[in-house]
């Protein structure tokens, strides 16, 4: 069998010098300034009015990766427990990330040899018409096997660790969404419990004004047989509980949407969360911010992470394009035997198969420039560098809405205090009126109507108290989500430089 070897004339090693000097002349179009990464903007104003007169303590990393564990509920630890577990979001997050890491692999591959084995077996007929006069009309049967056969395409110009990169950025980024998804998940659970006890609890407030408008309508029916009173103050008791009424129904309702809710977002049906809202108050620690809250936003928030990873990969892409006009060279080699016998002789191609004269071997280095593809290759580079563009813009316009949730979120922390210290000294004088009156009634100098009726007003501050307190809960979770909800990484913002000029030479 004829043996394969590389081709070492003048000729061949003129084609490759000229070829790679063509490659050195190889014009890769300029593209426009790349777009730039924003700087986090300064917040020295909003911080200085985030608390009045207190010191900012800082106990490590805040918030906590377990964020909701400050809050002290059993209930909300659970839902978020069961979250964790069977949120059909999350799974579909997993899946995208296990995805993504795959594709690193894939493109892995790329950096290292292939090796192949084959074999074969064939039988047929040669024409009778051939050009072979001696075998017109002949059957034949022929068989090889290749135990290697290799295939390697050299990296010189980095296009395939640029793909990798651009996976691993993927990659990375998909981790990053999953974390986000886990922190939306965990925020919106909390939101929902936090309105959901405030509705418990006024509901259980609503039960009370109703049981006083009953009483106070009865006291006004007694009146009016009495004679003590006309129709209108009874009409009016009457129509005061009716709307309790209807706002206990209104409750009941909200209610009912928070649980189901709650059990779509933990991933189980409506029945799994018909018994929740046991606890009858949720109690958080004090609120603690670290010294320098926003400062590093970059290393806190997963969706920044996301776009960051994404600009990174639309980097890398931008390398990949601009490697398409520089030669491709790959190298193909083989080994193994093969044999072709007459189908009378067939019962010998076996041995003649494995004997040393039947073995052949070939290498084949290979190199393609590509001169023409009609402006494909162009068109390429132009889109990459455009996604580039696009990923460095979505990641600043993700900075800037980043510091706006940090400054709503303080903003809202600060002034639901306000609002919540403002509500507790009206209820505290609500509580005085009632005092007074019940003095009064057991001294016998007002009716037991006034006494319910500023018990009324007592009951419906309460009421109000439970919406602040509810707001106040919320602006924590808005501040806690805003700051990352305890995600951490290292990350920093890379001199990423797609359009850096590159020399091109043969690496020997």
């Not at 190199?367 to 494909?376: I, W």
């Amino acid at each position: 069998m004829r043996r394969i070897t590389p081709n070492r004339s003048p000729l061949f090693g003129f084609t490759i010098g000229f070829t790679l000097l063509l490659s050195s002349c190889a014009w890769i179009p300029p593209g426009d300034k790349p777009a730039e990464f924003l700087q986090p903007p300064s917040m020295e104003h909003t911080l200085s009015d985030t608390v009045h007169g207190e010191s900012l303590a800082a106990a490590g990393h805040w918030p906590p990766e377990r964020w909701w564990r400050e809050f002290g509920s059993p209930e909300l630890n659970g839902l978020m427990d069961a979250a964790l577990k069977d949120n059909i979001g999350l799974k579909v997050a997993a899946a995208r990330l296990r995805q993504a890491q795959a594709l690193v692999r894939v493109e892995s591959a790329r950096l290292l040899p292939f090796l192949d084995a084959a074999a074969g077996l064939e039988t047929g007929r040669f024409s009778e018409n051939g050009f072979n006069v001696a075998l017109r009309g002949e059957d034949f049967v022929s068989a090889f096997i290749t135990p290697l056969s290799l295939r390697y395409q050299f990296d010189f110009w980095g296009k395939n660790r640029a793909s990798v990169g651009a996976a691993l950025g993927e990659a990375a980024a998909e981790e990053a969404e999953r974390a986000e998804i886990l922190l939306q998940l965990t925020g919106a659970i909390a939101r929902s419990y936090m309105h959901g006890m405030a509705l418990s609890q006024q509901l259980d407030l609503t039960h009370d004004m109703a049981t006083l408008r009953r009483d106070l309508l009865s006291i006004d029916e007694t009146r009016l047989q009495l004679g003590l009173n006309s129709a209108d103050p009874m009409k009016q008791s009457t129509i005061e509980l009716e709307q309790i009424n209807k706002r206990e129904a209104g409750i009941r309702d909200q209610l009912d949407i928070q649980r189901n809710l709650l059990a779509r977002l933990i991933g189980k049906g409506p029945d799994a969360t018909q018994n929740l809202f046991a606890d009858t108050v949720l109690s958080p620690e004090r609120m603690r911010l670290p010294a320098q809250l926003p400062l590093e936003l970059l290393s806190q928030r997963p969706d920044l992470a996301a776009a960051l990873h994404r600009t990174e990969a639309a980097a890398q892409r931008v390398k990949v394009a601009k490697a398409g006009f520089l030669p491709t060279i790959d190298l193909t080699a083989f080994a193994g035997v093969n044999a072709l016998r007459m189908t009378k002789g067939a019962s010998s191609l076996a041995n003649l198969l494995f004997s040393g004269s039947s073995f052949s071997y070939g290498i084949a280095p290979g190199l393609r420039l590509p001169l023409f593809e009609g402006g494909r290759l162009r068109g390429e580079l132009s889109a990459q560098r455009a996604e580039y563009d696009g990923a460095v813009e979505l990641y600043n316009d993700t900075l800037l809405h980043a510091v706006q949730e940090v400054a709503d979120s303080l903003s809202r922390w600060r002034e639901t205090n306000i609002i919540l210290e403002a509500q507790g000294r009206l209820l505290s004088a609500q509580h005085e009126n009632l005092s007074l009156a019940q003095v009064r009634f057991r001294s016998g100098l007002d009716d037991r109507r006034t006494m319910l009726t500023r018990q009324h007003a007592v009951l419906d501050q309460e009421y109000v108290l439970k919406n602040v307190e509810s707001d106040q809960l919320l602006a924590m979770v808005d501040l806690m989500e805003a700051l990352g909800g305890g995600y951490v990484n290292d990350l920093q913002i890379a001199q990423l430089k797609p359009e850096q000029k590159q020399s091109w030479w043969w690496p020997w």
